[in-house]
């Protein structure tokens, strides 16, 4: 089992000394903080910043959100010395492109990353169950 939020922060933790989530409310930041730490990382997180938009915000006003996006990801970067950023609600797609072309830094898609590290999990499991198969013969 995987999911996008431990996927993505295990990931950041590889990319750069220091990575930031930018979350849509602060009263996401308690849970998603306390996950940071259970999963081993919590000396790599740099920061929350939260955009303080509702997830059905996000889509509502494209301008408001990349303003917000834009403002806290560049806080996190001076302030709290970021190296990877995560945007960390999947409503947030369509986001991560225009922002690392304007900041030049290491951005995960929280939306595609848990597939994608499914994928790389399934491929070892692969591996493995073929190396048990050549033991056993």
Request: net charge positive; charged share 25%.
């Amino acid at each position: 089992v995987t999911a996008p939020g431990e996927a993505s922060a295990h990931l950041a933790a590889t990319l750069g000394n220091k990575f930031s989530v930018i979350v849509g409310r602060k009263k996401w930041i308690p849970q998603m903080e306390e996950n940071i730490h259970k999963y081993g990382l919590g000396r790599k997180l740099a920061s929350f910043r939260s955009l303080d938009l509702g997830v059905l915000e996000f889509h509502e006003n494209e301008d408001k959100t990349r303003r917000r996006m834009e403002e806290e990801i560049r806080r996190a970067v001076k302030e709290d010395q970021a190296e990877v950023i995560i945007l960390g609600c999947t409503m947030q797609f369509g986001f991560y492109r225009k922002m690392q072309k304007k900041f030049q830094i290491q951005y995960i898609n929280h939306r595609t990353n848990g597939i994608l590290i499914t994928m790389v999990l399934l491929m070892r499991l692969t591996v493995m169950m073929a190396g048990v198969l050549l033991i056993i013969l």
